[in-house]
Antibody
């Protein structure tokens, strides 16, 4: 059974940093791209970032490029999102999602989400 | 960037009735289109991929159709558990991956 468990969400001040983690189990982690999607309160889904199965390729939404860094540790079956220079409009539930293949963005399974609140 | 537009924003339906949701892409996404269901306080769940293929475990009352720029999600006979928000997503040309703004299916 595929399981994805996010952690690391918290209340942080504007300009601050936070690292989200996603622990994966139930599949061959290195064979699949992984993605972060966020959802601001009462809003729709927004793609944030994707990393290929090998970790060699990374992709970012313009809204986070230069501030967020996605990474993965295939040995530990973990994915991360380092978020710097956080702003109020980054407040959202962040979901990690498993893709359908090593370089896919069809999102087959989602975690339960981790809430990031940026406020002073 | 491919813009995904869903209509209507809200769909009011009686239980047991058919619901038809639309999704339009600003340019062709061939059949690289997925539909997700999201219930309040829950993570999205994949319903349909490749425009018309049901994901494992998804009931047969859910069906998808379309290709190119126009897509439809049909729920043939709405059950109580189907009242939720539905999103379409294109994964044909990315980055960026893009989602529609969602259609809320509510009880009439």
């Amino acid at each position: 059974e595929v399981q994805l468990l996010e952690s690391g969400g918290d209340l942080v001040q504007p300009g601050g940093s936070l690292r989200l983690s996603c622990a994966a189990s139930g599949f061959t982690f290195s064979s699949y791209a992984m993605t972060w999607v966020r959802q601001a309160p009462g809003k729709g889904l927004e793609w944030v970032s994707t990393i290929s199965g090998s970790g060699d390729s990374t992709y970012y939404a313009d809204s986070v490029k230069g501030r967020f860094t996605i990474s993965r540790d295939n040995a530990k079956k973990m994915m991360y999102l380092q978020m710097n220079s956080l702003r109020g409009d980054d407040t959202a539930v962040f979901y990690c999602a498993k893709a359908a293949g090593p370089n896919s963005c069809r999102l087959e399974y989602w975690g339960q989400g981790s809430l990031v609140t940026v406020s002073s | 960037e491919i813009v995904m537009t869903q209509s209507p924003a809200t769909l009011s339906v009686y239980p047991g009735e058919r619901a038809t949701l639309s999704c339009r892409a600003s340019q062709s996404v061939t059949n690289n289109l997925a539909w997700y269901q999201q219930k309040p306080g829950r993570a999205p769940r994949l319903l349909i991929y490749s425009a018309s293929t049901r994901a494992p475990g998804i009931p047969g009352r859910f069906s998808g159709s379309g290709s190119g720029t126009d897509f439809t999600l049909t729920i043939s006979s709405l059950q109580s558990e189907d009242f939720a928000v539905y999103y379409c997503q294109q994964y044909n040309q990315w980055p960026p991956v893009t989602f529609g703004q969602g259609t809320k299916v509510e009880i009439k």
